[in-house]
C-alpha cells in the first residue's frame, strides 16, 4: 500500500505564492498519473492538477495558468506550485494516484490577508 505524504502548507496573502511537495512510498512511483485534489470547508474534494506517467499536464480551469504540478520520479515526489493565490484556493490540498490510494494527512492552504 502506498502512504502520501504532503507538506508545504501554510498561510499567505493573497497574490503570494506555495509550492507543496507529496512524498509516495513504494517502487511502482514513475508508472503513475499523479493528481493533487482539494478540500474548501462544506465543499466536495476537487481534481486540482494531474500529471501523467509521460509528463502530460492537466488543470482545473480555475487554477489553470496559477498552478504547475510537476514530478521527480527519482525522489518519488510530486509538487504544486501555486502563485497568483486566491482566497478561493483556501483549503486542505492532497496527492493521490491514479487509481487511488489510501489518503494521507494533506496540508492547509489559507490565502488571506
Known amino acids: 500500500q502506498v502512504q502520501l505524504v504532503e507538506s508545504g502548507g501554510g498561510l499567505v496573502q493573497p497574490g503570494g505564492s506555495l509550492r507543496l511537495s507529496c512524498v509516495a512510498s513504494?517502487?511502482?512511483?514513475?508508472?503513475?498519473?499523479w493528481r493533487w485534489y482539494r478540500q474548501a470547508p462544506g465543499k466536495q474534494r476537487e481534481l486540482v492538477a494531474e500529471?501523467?506517467?509521460?509528463?502530460?499536464?492537466n488543470y482545473a480551469d480555475s487554477v489553470k495558468g496559477r498552478f504547475t504540478i510537476s514530478r521527480d520520479n527519482a525522489e518519488s515526489t510530486i509538487y504544486l506550485q501555486m502563485n497568483s493565490l486566491k482566497p478561493e484556493d483556501t483549503a486542505v490540498y492532497y496527492c493521490?494516484?491514479?487509481?487511488?490510494?489510501?489518503w494521507g494527512q494533506g496540508t492547509q492552504v489559507t490565502v488571506s490577508s
Open positions: 493521490n494516484k491514479r487509481p487511488l490510494e489510501s
Open positions: 513504494g517502487s511502482m512511483f514513475r508508472i503513475y498519473t
Open positions: 500529471i501523467t506517467s509521460g509528463g502530460s499536464t
